[in-house]
């Protein structure tokens, strides 16, 4: 099993959220955050740009079986990008087991 952690565009995340779904990703969380990268956005006062460290984004954390993770994460990279700066970040880790609580399932069986 794997876990995805997507850092993304707030504005990307119906775009997202629905291309997750189409390919039967059906839980994930995500969080707001707020973060700092190569992107300075801009915020206009009264026709003078100011220059902020701090970037709104959305945090993704999603758990597959390893024959799901290409898919997954070809579906974030197409359905996040702008092709801007700032686009976000997916990183990849092993997940060593995974449970429901329900039904005491674990393994892959818990994950889907």
């Known amino acids: ?3 995805i952690e997507a850092v993304i565009r707030k504005s990307k995340f119906s775009d997202v959220k629905k ?3 189409e390919i039967g990703v059906n839980f994930f969380s995500y969080w707001d955050v707020t973060g700092v ?3 300075k956005e801009g915020h206009v006062y009264r026709g003078v740009t100011y220059s902020t460290s701090d970037i709104q984004r959305r945090y993704l ?3 597959v079986s390893d024959d799901f993770l290409d898919r997954t994460v070809a ?3 197409e359905s996040a990008a702008t092709g801007l700066v700032g686009d976000g970040k997916v990183f990849v880790s092993d997940i060593q087991e995974t449970y429901r609580i329900r039904t005491k399932e ?3 069986d818990a994950v889907n």
Do not use: C, D
Request: proline fraction near 0%; charge should be positive.
């Open 61 to 63: 954390s999603i758990v």
């Open 37 to 39: 990268g190569n992107e």
């Open 1 to 3: 099993m794997k876990k």
């Open 106 to 108: 674990k393994g892959n």
């Open 75 to 77: 579906v974030i990279l």
């Open 19 to 21: 291309a997750l779904h």
